[in-house]
Antibody, heavy 121, light 110 residues
Framework: EVRLVESGGDLVHPGGSLRISCETSGFTFSNYAMMWVRQAPGKGLEWVSYINSAGDITYYSESVKGRFTIARDNAKMSLFLEMKSLRVGDTGVYFC???????????????WGLGTLLTVS | QSAPSQPASVSGSPGQSITISCTGTISDVGGFNYVSWYQQRPGKAPKLLIYDVSSRPLGVSDRFSGSKSDNTASLTISGLQTDDEADYYCSSYTLRKTQVFGVGTRVTVL
């Protein structure tokens, strides 16, 4: 069974930093690209970042570029998101998601975690 | 990058068909056949329904279908069921090599 479990969400002051993690199981993590998607309270989904399976290609939304860094540890089957210069607008649930291989391009997610809550206040 | 627009809400009676639109620009929805659709129930993670405009992953009901014309993609739910009550989001690949989600649509089954 594929499982994605996020952790590390916390209450952080504006300007602060935080690292969140996603531990995975049930699939060969090193074969899959991964993403982070967030959702502000009561709002819609927002794509945040992407990393390919090898970890050498990354993309970011304009709203987080330069402040967030996505990374992975294939040996530990884990995905990370390092966040700096946090803003109130970064508040939300952060979902870890697996890239769906049959899709023509990256960015379609077939498995999602339940998310971890970041509050910037 | 502005989010593709979707109607805030769509409703229908059980058994009916409804269609949710997702209107973007030539830089996203209109420029690529890489639109996905997700269903999200309250407090749950999103579920993939459609990818590449009209393809369905294994296990997704054929009551869900997708299409696209110019800058607008559409998700049709046929044979509406009470279980279909949820929020629905489109997502598109973009010219800037990013993904963008639509603003979301709340589906209500009357």
């Amino acid at each position: 069974e594929v499982r994605l479990v996020e952790s590390g969400g916390d209450l952080v002051h504006p300007g602060g930093s935080l690292r969140i993690s996603c531990e995975t199981s049930g699939f060969t993590f090193s074969n899959y690209a991964m993403m982070w998607v967030r959702q502000a309270p009561g709002k819609g989904l927002e794509w945040v970042s992407y990393i390919n399976s090898a970890g050498d290609i990354t993309y970011y939304s304009e709203s987080v570029k330069g402040r967030f860094t996505i990374a992975r540890d294939n040996a530990k089957m884990s995905l990370f998101l390092e966040m700096k210069s946090l803003r109130v607008g970064d508040t939300g649930v952060y979902f870890c998601a697996r890239d769906y291989e049959p899709a023509t391009v990256w960015g379609t997610a077939d498995y999602w975690g339940l998310g971890t809550l970041l509050t910037v206040s | 990058q502005s989010a593709p627009s979707q109607p805030a809400s769509v409703s229908g009676s059980p058994g009916q068909s409804i269609t949710i639109s997702c209107t973007g620009t030539i830089s996203d929805v209109g420029g690529f056949n890489y639109v996905s659709w997700y269903q999200q129930r309250p407090g749950k993670a999103p579920k993939l329904l459609i990818y590449d405009v009209s393809s369905r992953p294994l296990g997704v009901s054929d009551r869900f279908s997708g299409s696209k014309s110019d800058n607008t993609a559409s998700l049709t739910i046929s044979g509406l069921q009470t279980d279909d009550e949820a929020d629905y989001y489109c997502s598109s690949y973009t010219l800037r090599k990013t993904q963008v989600f639509g603003v979301g649509t709340r589906v209500t089954v009357l």
